[in-house]
C-alpha cells in the first residue's frame, strides 16, 4: 500500500471519528424522550399547534378543547382534542412529541378566556404521579382512611411516606431543570409533583426577590418555559421561598 492511500485512508478514519463524536454529543444534548423522538423541535411543534388553535377558534368561534369537569386542577383542564384540528383541516398531521401519536407530551391551553396559548404535559411526570395516586388511594382504604404523610412541606402539604407505602422512593424528573423531583401529599391524600426548587430557580433567573403573598407562583414556570406543572399543589411566597399549598389547587 503506497503512502498517499495510507494517508487517505487515515483522514477518512479520523473524518468518520469525528462524525460518530458529534453524533453521540448532540443525543447528550438531548432528554431521553427528546431523542426517542427524533429531537424534534419543541418550538415549531407549538408554533403550529398555536396557528391551528387560532384558525379553529377564527372560525368556530370556540377552542378544541376536550371536556372536563369543573373540578379539574388548572392546567389540567384545557387539553386539547387535536383530532378536530386534523379534521379541520387546520393541522396536517399531529406532531410527533403529541401523546396521541407516540411521544411524551399532552397539549394543554393556557389563558383560555382571555387569549389561549399552546403549552404541553410531560406525560411521563403525569402517569407517575397518577400511579402513586392510586397506591396512596389503596393505602387509605387498607388503613382506616389515613394519609402516609411525611414531614411537612407546605402549608397543609407534607413529603409523601414511601416507607409507609412499602416502595422505594421515587422521583420525577424536572421539565423546567432536567434536575429530579419529589413528590408530595395533603392531608387528603392528593398526591403531587414538589416543583418548589424549579420555582425558586425560576425566580432567581428573573431577579424576583418577593412576591405577593397571594399569588400563586406556578405562573413563573408557565410564563418562561414550553411546559405547564401538570399535577401539582399552588406554591405561595412564605418565609422568603415558595411553599406548596393544598388550598384551591
Known amino acids: 500500500m503506497d503512502k498517499a492511500w495510507r494517508n ?7 473524518l468518520i471519528a469525528v462524525a460518530m463524536l458529534l453524533t453521540v454529543a448532540a443525543g447528550c444534548m438531548y432528554p431521553k424522550e427528546m431523542r426517542k423522538e427524533n429531537q424534534t423541535n419543541v418550538s415549531d411543534s407549538l408554533m403550529l399547534v398555536q396557528n391551528a388553535v387560532n384558525q379553529y377558534k377564527e372560525k368556530t368561534g370556540v377552542l378544541p378543547i ?15 382534542d387535536l383530532k378536530k384540528l386534523i379534521q379541520g383541516p387546520y393541522l396536517g398531521q399531529i406532531p410527533t412529541i403529541a401523546f396521541e401519536n407516540g411521544g411524551s407530551y399532552l397539549f394543554v391551553l393556557v389563558n383560555p378566556e382571555q387569549k389561549p396559548e399552546v403549552k404541553l404535559i410531560d406525560v411521563i411526570a403525569y402517569q407517575k404521579t397518577g400511579d402513586l395516586q392510586k397506591r396512596v388511594d389503596s393505602y387509605k382504604t387498607a388503613n382506616n382512611g ?7 412541606a407546605g402549608q397543609d402539604v407534607f ?8 416502595i422505594k422512593a421515587e422521583q420525577v424528573q424536572s421539565v423546567y ?3 429530579y423531583a419529589g413528590f408530595v401529599i395533603d392531608k387528603q ?20 426577590k418577593s ?8 405562573e413563573v414556570l ?3 418555559s414550553p411546559f405547564v406543572p401538570a399535577k401539582s399543589f399552588p406554591y405561595y411566597w412564605v418565609n422568603n421561598e415558595p411553599q406548596a399549598s393544598s388550598a384551591a389547587h
Open 8 to 14: 487517505l485512508l487515515g483522514r477518512l478514519a479520523g
Open 159 to 166: 413529603r409523601l411516606d414511601f416507607t409507609k407505602l412499602g
Open 189 to 208: 391524600g392528593t398526591v403531587a409533583v414538589d416543583y418548589a426548587a424549579d420555582i425558586m430557580q425560576a425566580m432567581q433567573r428573573k431577579g424576583i
Open 211 to 218: 412576591a405577593d403573598a397571594g399569588s400563586d407562583l406556578r
Open 146 to 152: 389515613a394519609v402516609p404523610t411525611g414531614e411537612p
Open 177 to 179: 431543570s432536567r434536575q
Open 66 to 80: 376536550k371536556n372536563s369537569v369543573s373540578d379539574t386542577p388548572l392546567y389540567e383542564k384545557y387539553v386539547l
Open 222 to 224: 408557565v410564563t418562561e
